[in-house]
């Protein structure tokens, strides 16, 4: 397990060395340092002084890939490749352009992310749960025919409208929960429900569907059918056996987007003026600061890369058939 | 001629698909095995109101592609002079509704503006009230005629649909009558029980709501703004109009622009195995390893930064917005690429092994003719179904995006750009509610149109779902 677990580590290093090159190549090649300079300083007043201080200010003034005015070791090391890229490998991300340390804000900002993604994922997966078991019990039948066609509606909603549409009922109309906002430790309860919610209703629609088909699936199956044959009732059936078993496919869905989490949501976020990464994210990319979204492209991978890893052990351990070699 | 066509490059793409389908669907024609799923597609009521609504989306959409520059007056011999500004059939065929700009925000199918200003009066004074819109309602001399006007334009749009509806729907019974050699009477009793394999019923039920609905817009819009207009005054339902172009373009094409490369990587990679697999295994895990949103970002970030620097080379708005355009279905393509390339690699693995594989291996035949002869061929229906239930996603996507800040061109008509703008005025009281409604109105009728659709062809066309 162990050794199954540093090689899969092993394999990750590739990867994230691909990541980190092709974002070099989109942020430094695409676009030269002088491009982002000219960018930042305005089109009109710019002096080749300012485009030079600029870089010098924001510690691009070196070579790309090869310092070759530098002597011994630095002809690799000073330069922008390695000073701004290979550096994330240890997450340190630099600074952002206010001067800010990425890697400080990071840290402080995730848990604000998680506060709001978690309970939303947790929730969701649970009514998901409980109407897609809903559904497949009364397969056939009109409750179940219209839960679909209510589902597919909901899906075709664009989530921009359950959130706007949710803050003008629940905080403008009905004064239940704040607009938006945060706080730290439990005062935030008050400022993650109607987040929590909305994210919820939204994910209702493809949620249901796809865990439906789930359920039906096992139920298809030839061990439902000697289970039932052997007399169990159909509701123990059910849950003895068919959720059981469609849990696997569920439960790895899930594992996977769970260090994601900490990223939150770019849209959510920035709605609900929750500090987390996603609103962190949204001011980056309108700031058009390159550092912090470089530092958030590069975090986003090694998530997803230990979701995957994540998911592996995960299906060893709800499903006893699969060993890991 | 007193203009001159202009083909903008995802005009070019948009003709060349409209061109490939058509190609498909006389090549779907021929072949029994395409022609039994699609009959079965047929055959759903649901799947083909939902067509129905399609096509409407996809005449907009296409009215809307086709580009031209007016020729101006007084041109010297010899030499014409063009206007500067891209227009397209659908603004020459909307142009009342566009040209006729208020001021401000107006509701819709009023006649006074929605902020109070300073209005000179007939005795010198200033008062402070609503002023009339100049072209909301500007045609009634009396303000309290407004709901007489409004029913009587209501009943005249309504009279037109019915009119209209009637001929469409005795054509079908015609046809339905002479294809059974039944009498009419017997075919409306037919059409009228959902007694045909074509499920006419259906679709004549959504063909009537739609023109009436569309009826009654037409001869409203003659003298109102019928979704009131946005913060520039311009009319809300002409710029519902033009998103329906973008949400289709980016729906459609970021597929199909990714296409070959996934059908090719897929294939390749389950065919040789080996080394070729393990490239592009690294390859699509790599991309897919970078969140969707941020790859977006940071690609769209870097484009722009290239029309910042290199602003010249751009000729008017409108090549720089539409650039920009492909450019994002380009990147949303990178995006779903590797989902695609992931499951046909996984059933190319399966068919390789298969006897008549094995046979054309054994017989001599050539990498290239296996996999295009042998292998492509029956990968399509996952192609097809991706397609297709990508579509709506992809329409959703692309309000996110906009909404970040890394979408369309913010000079280009979309949904997301009207939510984007319209989102602040939510503070406003009274509320500005109409654009939003606009917006969300129009992209949840293509996007649940497009989602039942893509459901009946996923049934039709999936195996494992075959009875």
Redo the contacts between chains.
Sequence with gaps: MIAYIVRRALYAI??LI??NL??FA??FF??TPD??A??HLG?KRVTPEAIASWKADHDYDKPLLWNSQAAGLDKVSDTIFFRHSLKLFVFDFGRADDGRDISYDVSNRMWASLAIALPTLLVGVLINITVAMMLAFLRGSYLDTWGMVIC??M???????YI?AG??LFS?LLHLVPISGYAPGFAAAKFVILPVVIGTIGGIGAGTRLYRTFFLEEMGKDYVRTARAKGLSEVRVLFRHVLKNAMIPILTGVVVVIP?LF?GS??ME?FFGIPGLGSY??DA??H?D?GI??A??FL??VL??VGLILTDISYTVVDPRIRLQ | MPFKLIFLWTDILIFLLLASVVLFALYARRHEHLRVPWRQVRRRPLAMSALVVLSLYVTVGLLDSIHLQRRLEGATAGQAHYATNIESLLDVVCSPLRERIEKSYSAPLAMYAFSREVVPRADGRMSFEYPRLRFGGAQLRDPSERGTDIARRIGFGLLLAIVTFVLLASGVVLSIARRHNDSVARAVARLARGDIETPWRAILATTGILLSLGCVALSLAGGYHILGTDQVGQDVFYNSLKSVRTGLVIGTLTTLVMLPFALAFGVMAGYFRGWVDDVIQ?LY???????A???I???I??L???I??H?ESFATIAERADLRLLFLCLILGVTSWTSLCRLLRGETLKLRQMDYVQAATALGVGHIQIMGRHIAPNVMHIVLITVVLDF?SLV?AE??LS????GVDPSMNSWGNM?NGA?LE?AREP?VWWS?TAA?TF??GL??AA??FA?AVRDAFDPRLRT
């Design positions: 590739p990867i691909g990541v092709l974002t989109l942020f695409v676009n491009d982002m000219r960018l089109v597919v509606m899906m075709s909603v664009s989530l921009l409208f706007i803050q003008y403008k994601l990223i770019l849209v920035s994210t949204i990319i309108q058009q390159f979204v470089r958030m492209v986003g991978s997803y890369i | 690294y895990t790599t991309l897919s390893s970078i969140p949103v941020l790859l970002a940071a690609a970030l870097s722009q930064v290239y910042a620097t602003e709506s959703l309000a996110v909404y970040v800040g890394v939510i989102r939510m509320i939003l969300f992209m949840f996007v649940l989602n039942l459901d």
